[in-house]
Protein backbone atom coordinates (compact mmCIF):
# COMPACT_ATOMS: atom_id res chain seq x y z
CA UNK A 1 0.00 0.00 0.00
CA UNK A 2 1.26 3.95 -0.72
CA UNK A 3 3.21 5.48 2.18
CA UNK A 4 2.19 8.57 3.53
CA UNK A 5 4.75 11.30 4.76
CA UNK A 6 2.78 14.15 6.79
CA UNK A 7 4.20 17.35 8.22
CA UNK A 8 4.14 18.86 10.84
CA UNK A 9 3.19 16.29 13.13
CA UNK A 10 2.00 18.69 15.58
CA UNK A 11 1.74 22.30 15.84
CA UNK A 12 0.82 25.04 18.27
CA UNK A 13 -0.61 28.25 16.71
CA UNK A 14 -1.79 31.32 17.88
CA UNK A 15 -5.37 32.47 16.95
CA UNK A 16 -5.96 34.27 13.64
CA UNK A 17 -2.86 32.91 11.97
CA UNK A 18 -2.49 30.05 9.28
CA UNK A 19 -0.90 26.63 9.01
CA UNK A 20 -0.28 24.67 6.00
CA UNK A 21 -0.18 21.00 6.31
CA UNK A 22 1.69 19.03 3.70
CA UNK A 23 1.03 15.68 2.55
CA UNK A 24 3.83 13.44 -0.01
CA UNK A 25 3.04 10.38 -1.13
CA UNK A 26 5.75 7.67 -2.58
CA UNK A 27 3.85 6.59 -5.51
CA UNK A 28 1.36 8.68 -7.93
CA UNK A 29 -2.40 8.49 -7.16
CA UNK A 30 -5.39 10.19 -8.26
CA UNK A 31 -7.42 11.19 -5.77
CA UNK A 32 -6.22 12.65 -1.95
CA UNK A 33 -9.19 13.32 0.81
CA UNK A 34 -8.41 15.43 3.60
CA UNK A 35 -10.31 14.66 7.08
CA UNK A 36 -10.80 16.16 10.47
CA UNK A 37 -10.88 14.41 13.08
CA UNK A 38 -11.90 16.31 16.19
CA UNK A 39 -11.05 15.09 19.97
CA UNK A 40 -13.04 12.36 20.59
CA UNK A 41 -14.51 12.47 17.17
CA UNK A 42 -14.83 10.57 14.12
CA UNK A 43 -13.52 11.56 10.83
CA UNK A 44 -15.06 13.97 8.74
CA UNK A 45 -14.28 14.85 4.65
CA UNK A 46 -13.26 18.21 4.54
CA UNK A 47 -12.07 17.78 0.57
CA UNK A 48 -11.37 15.86 -1.66
CA UNK A 49 -7.86 16.83 -4.06
CA UNK A 50 -7.64 16.32 -7.63
CA UNK A 51 -4.58 16.62 -9.33
CA UNK A 52 -5.20 19.46 -12.17
CA UNK A 53 -9.05 20.98 -10.64
CA UNK A 54 -10.02 22.68 -7.55
CA UNK A 55 -10.62 20.82 -4.84
CA UNK A 56 -13.85 19.14 -4.14
CA UNK A 57 -15.50 20.46 -0.44
CA UNK A 58 -17.89 18.93 1.46
CA UNK A 59 -21.22 20.34 3.09
CA UNK A 60 -19.75 23.12 5.77
CA UNK A 61 -16.13 23.05 4.67
CA UNK A 62 -14.96 26.03 2.18
CA UNK A 63 -12.00 26.85 0.13
CA UNK A 64 -11.31 30.27 1.77
CA UNK A 65 -11.32 28.37 5.20
CA UNK A 66 -9.23 24.95 3.99
CA UNK A 67 -7.71 26.13 0.98
CA UNK A 68 -5.68 23.13 -0.55
CA UNK A 69 -3.18 22.86 -3.88
CA UNK A 70 -2.43 19.40 -5.78
CA UNK A 71 0.43 20.44 -7.86
CA UNK A 72 0.94 16.92 -9.42
CA UNK A 73 0.00 13.45 -8.56
CA UNK A 74 2.19 12.89 -5.33
CA UNK A 75 1.50 16.22 -3.28
CA UNK A 76 -1.14 18.05 -1.53
CA UNK A 77 -1.53 20.68 1.00
CA UNK A 78 -4.46 21.70 2.95
CA UNK A 79 -4.18 25.19 5.27
CA UNK A 80 -6.05 26.08 8.04
CA UNK A 81 -6.40 29.49 7.73
CA UNK A 82 -7.54 32.41 10.33
CA UNK A 83 -7.32 30.08 13.17
CA UNK A 84 -9.57 29.48 16.37
CA UNK A 85 -9.36 27.55 18.91
CA UNK A 86 -12.60 25.39 17.49
CA UNK A 87 -10.00 24.44 14.73
CA UNK A 88 -8.20 22.32 17.09
CA UNK A 89 -8.40 18.93 15.70
CA UNK A 90 -6.22 16.32 14.09
CA UNK A 91 -6.26 16.83 10.51
CA UNK A 92 -5.36 13.56 8.41
CA UNK A 93 -4.78 13.05 4.51
CA UNK A 94 -5.23 9.84 3.17
CA UNK A 95 -5.46 8.04 -0.37
CA UNK A 96 -6.85 5.50 -2.07
CA UNK A 97 -3.80 2.50 -2.95
CA UNK A 98 -3.97 -0.63 -4.72
CA UNK A 99 -7.33 -2.76 -4.42
CA UNK A 100 -9.04 0.10 -3.31
CA UNK A 101 -7.36 -0.13 0.11
CA UNK A 102 -7.69 3.80 1.91
CA UNK A 103 -4.30 4.52 4.08
CA UNK A 104 -3.48 7.78 6.17
CA UNK A 105 -0.92 9.83 7.08
CA UNK A 106 0.50 10.17 10.59
CA UNK A 107 -2.14 13.22 10.85
CA UNK A 108 -0.96 16.68 11.84
CA UNK A 109 -2.24 17.29 15.72
CA UNK A 110 -3.31 20.92 16.00
CA UNK A 111 -3.69 23.51 18.75
CA UNK A 112 -5.16 26.80 18.44
CA UNK A 113 -4.53 28.84 21.45
CA UNK B 1 -25.25 11.24 0.34
CA UNK B 2 -23.77 8.27 2.05
CA UNK B 3 -24.88 8.45 5.98
CA UNK B 4 -23.02 5.64 8.06
CA UNK B 5 -24.60 4.49 11.74
CA UNK B 6 -22.42 2.68 14.05
CA UNK B 7 -23.35 0.41 17.32
CA UNK B 8 -22.46 0.87 20.14
CA UNK B 9 -20.15 3.62 21.13
CA UNK B 10 -18.44 1.67 23.98
CA UNK B 11 -18.29 -2.03 24.44
CA UNK B 12 -16.85 -3.99 27.00
CA UNK B 13 -15.88 -7.36 27.14
CA UNK B 14 -13.75 -10.20 28.77
CA UNK B 15 -10.61 -10.91 27.04
CA UNK B 16 -11.18 -14.11 25.68
CA UNK B 17 -14.73 -13.71 24.41
CA UNK B 18 -16.24 -11.62 21.13
CA UNK B 19 -17.13 -8.70 20.48
CA UNK B 20 -19.58 -7.72 17.20
CA UNK B 21 -19.77 -3.83 16.37
CA UNK B 22 -22.61 -3.19 13.90
CA UNK B 23 -23.00 -0.27 11.22
CA UNK B 24 -25.83 0.65 8.75
CA UNK B 25 -25.57 2.61 5.52
CA UNK B 26 -27.69 4.53 3.55
CA UNK B 27 -26.24 4.80 0.11
CA UNK B 28 -27.15 1.69 -2.00
CA UNK B 29 -24.14 2.62 -4.58
CA UNK B 30 -21.61 2.25 -1.72
CA UNK B 31 -19.55 -1.24 -2.72
CA UNK B 32 -16.53 -0.97 -0.50
CA UNK B 33 -16.84 -1.17 3.35
CA UNK B 34 -13.57 -1.20 5.95
CA UNK B 35 -13.04 -1.48 8.90
CA UNK B 36 -10.44 0.61 10.94
CA UNK B 37 -8.75 0.42 14.32
CA UNK B 38 -7.68 3.66 15.66
CA UNK B 39 -5.22 3.09 18.99
CA UNK B 40 -4.64 6.30 21.51
CA UNK B 41 -2.47 9.29 19.32
CA UNK B 42 -2.29 6.88 16.02
CA UNK B 43 -3.86 7.01 12.63
CA UNK B 44 -6.49 4.57 11.62
CA UNK B 45 -5.09 1.43 10.43
CA UNK B 46 -7.21 -0.76 8.09
CA UNK B 47 -8.00 -4.40 9.73
CA UNK B 48 -10.45 -5.73 7.20
CA UNK B 49 -12.63 -4.76 4.49
CA UNK B 50 -15.31 -6.30 2.10
CA UNK B 51 -16.87 -5.24 -0.98
CA UNK B 52 -20.11 -5.65 -2.15
CA UNK B 53 -19.70 -8.40 -4.01
CA UNK B 54 -19.15 -10.76 -0.73
CA UNK B 55 -21.09 -11.65 2.08
CA UNK B 56 -18.32 -12.67 4.56
CA UNK B 57 -14.70 -12.38 5.02
CA UNK B 58 -12.30 -13.44 7.80
CA UNK B 59 -8.72 -12.85 8.59
CA UNK B 60 -7.87 -15.19 11.75
CA UNK B 61 -9.64 -13.62 14.26
CA UNK B 62 -11.56 -10.55 12.65
CA UNK B 63 -14.67 -11.28 10.48
CA UNK B 64 -16.78 -8.91 8.29
CA UNK B 65 -20.08 -9.86 7.34
CA UNK B 66 -22.09 -8.02 4.55
CA UNK B 67 -25.60 -7.65 4.00
CA UNK B 68 -26.54 -5.94 1.04
CA UNK B 69 -30.22 -6.13 1.31
CA UNK B 70 -30.46 -4.84 4.46
CA UNK B 71 -27.42 -2.27 4.19
CA UNK B 72 -25.72 -3.02 7.42
CA UNK B 73 -22.51 -4.77 7.91
CA UNK B 74 -20.53 -6.16 11.01
CA UNK B 75 -17.52 -6.63 12.51
CA UNK B 76 -16.40 -9.76 14.51
CA UNK B 77 -13.34 -10.16 16.88
CA UNK B 78 -13.21 -13.70 18.55
CA UNK B 79 -10.97 -14.98 21.24
CA UNK B 80 -10.12 -11.08 22.16
CA UNK B 81 -6.99 -10.08 23.83
CA UNK B 82 -5.57 -6.74 25.43
CA UNK B 83 -4.46 -5.50 22.39
CA UNK B 84 -7.58 -5.02 20.70
CA UNK B 85 -8.50 -2.71 23.08
CA UNK B 86 -8.81 1.04 20.20
CA UNK B 87 -11.46 2.53 18.92
CA UNK B 88 -13.03 0.95 15.80
CA UNK B 89 -14.73 2.78 12.72
CA UNK B 90 -16.54 1.20 10.06
CA UNK B 91 -16.73 3.51 6.51
CA UNK B 92 -18.70 3.10 3.08
CA UNK B 93 -17.67 4.21 -0.09
CA UNK B 94 -17.85 3.10 -3.20
CA UNK B 95 -14.79 2.66 -6.25
CA UNK B 96 -11.74 5.26 -5.51
CA UNK B 97 -14.63 7.85 -4.17
CA UNK B 98 -14.88 9.32 -0.46
CA UNK B 99 -15.28 7.34 2.50
CA UNK B 100 -18.05 8.27 5.14
CA UNK B 101 -17.57 7.06 8.37
CA UNK B 102 -19.04 5.93 10.93
CA UNK B 103 -19.05 7.31 14.84
CA UNK B 104 -16.44 4.92 15.93
CA UNK B 105 -16.65 2.00 18.67
CA UNK B 106 -14.24 2.06 21.75
CA UNK B 107 -13.39 -1.64 22.35
CA UNK B 108 -12.02 -2.17 26.30
CA UNK B 109 -10.88 -6.07 26.68
CA UNK B 110 -11.25 -6.31 30.64
CA UNK B 111 -7.96 -9.07 31.64
Known amino acids: SAVISQKPSRDICQRGTSLTIQCQVD?????MFWYRQQPGQSLTLIATANQGSEATYESGFVIDKFPISRPNLTFSTLTVSNMSPEDSSIYLCSVVGTANGYTFGSGTRLTVV | GENVEQHPSTLSVQEGDSAVIKCTYS??????FPWYKQELGKRPQLIIDIRSNVGEKKDQRIAVTLNKTAKHFSLHITETQPEDSAVYFCAAGGGAQKLVFGQGTRLTINP
Open chain 2, 27 to 32: DSASNY
Open chain 1, 27 to 31: SQVTM
